[in-house]
């Protein structure tokens, strides 16, 4: 019989949103996440993932998958081995934020500290502009407006028209586009001739994972970053010459613990880095902060989209992350 060491929670959460949140492949007005609870020695790490449909993931697979690994993580299962045992993705996200806040709670060792990171003073994020008409764009980028950074969700057809609409109502803002897979290859150049004309800084997987073949040799005018296409480190030598810049997100690279090496093979690449998010709660963005130093963009904006995020939960000023509060994830009290 095992004797368990450690005990395993998973919980079904919904956080309404604030307002509809819709991009290429569809709306939600809620995010479901997954909260992993580990308890040992009276105290309990915990992490937060996103199961995500585009990549065949349900909330019911995901909770099955982490309970798959109870008898192991009751053994003592530690960030590496789950690495070497269970598939990148949301699951595994789960349980390896988790286990990083454990360890910090049990060694009395900071989360920041043991990553070998500072934990941030201040961040930007990208505050992001949900997909609809021109219109409706208009005036969501007018509310927006003062905000340094938008992300602009794109969808195929009428992009040139959401994207003059976008850059008129926020002139003086910086603007990324996010395409999600839905351009095809032959509007490509129009498209981001529109986004130079545009002043846009960056345009996120423009075409579908499948195809990106296209880009390679590109000679594009704005910069061009990897989304879908990029999960692991490994997938990074095969993005050279397709992509100039890569978003990590730890729900696609399974945690922090290959996130950090998927960061590292990034920059000894060349590539620029954006830190991303899926649409969860700041129990999901805090292991994510601390890559942002090495980032050139930042988009870790989910919270604010929100009705109400968990408490405690990270300080928004604005588009401003303020601060890094352990008590969160990654403290240890």
């Known amino acids: 019989m095992i ?145 340094p950074l938008l992300k602009v969700k794109l969808g195929g057809e009428g992009d040139l028209e959401r994207i003059a609409a976008v850059r008129e109502a926020a002139p003086n803002s910086v603007l990324i586009v996010d395409a999600n897979e839905a351009w095809s290859e032959a509007g490509l150049a129009e498209s981001v001739t529109a986004c130079a004309k545009a002043g846009v800084a960056l345009i996120e997987q423009p075409l579908p994972a499948a195809n990106d073949e296209a880009l390679r040799g590109g000679d594009f005018p704005v910069p061009i970053c990897a989304d879908e296409s990029l999960h692991v480190a490994a997938d990074l030598e095969g993005l050279r010459g397709r992509y100039d810049a890569v978003n990590i997100k730890l729900d696609k690279t399974g945690g922090l613990t290959e996130a950090l090496a998927t960061l590292k093979l990034a920059e000894d690449l060349g590539f620029q880095v954006m830190i991303g998010c899926m649409v969860g709660t700041s129990l999901a963005m805090a292991p994510a902060l601390l890559l942002t130093g090495a980032a050139a963009f930042v988009d870790l904006d989910a919270p604010l989209l929100l009705a109400k995020d968990r408490e405690p939960g990270l300080v928004y000023e604005g588009s401003i992350i303020r601060g890094y509060d352990g008590a969160l994830w990654g403290g240890t009290a």
Not at 4 to 29: D, H, N, Q, Y
Not at 76 to 104: F, S
């Open 3 to 147: 004797k368990m060491t450690r005990r395993l929670t998973v919980l079904r959460e919904a956080w309404p949103l604030a307002e509809a949140f819709t991009i290429s492949r569809g709306t939600r007005t809620e995010a479901v996440v997954v909260v992993v609870e580990i308890e040992q020695d009276g105290r309990i790490g915990r992490g937060e993932c996103v199961p995500y449909p585009r990549y065949g993931e349900t909330v019911e697979n995901v909770m099955a998958a982490i309970r798959g690994l109870e008898p192991d993580l009751a053994q003592g299962m530690d960030r590496e081995t789950l690495r070497a045992k269970m598939p990148a993705g949301a699951a595994r996200n789960a349980i390896d934020c988790a286990l990083w806040d454990l360890e910090a709670k049990l060694s009395g060792i900071p989360a920041a500290q043991t990553v070998g990171l500072a934990p941030p003073t201040s961040v930007t994020t990208a505050y992001t502009i949900s997909l609809g008409t021109p219109e409706a764009m208009f005036k969501s980028a007018h509310k927006a407006q003062s905000r």
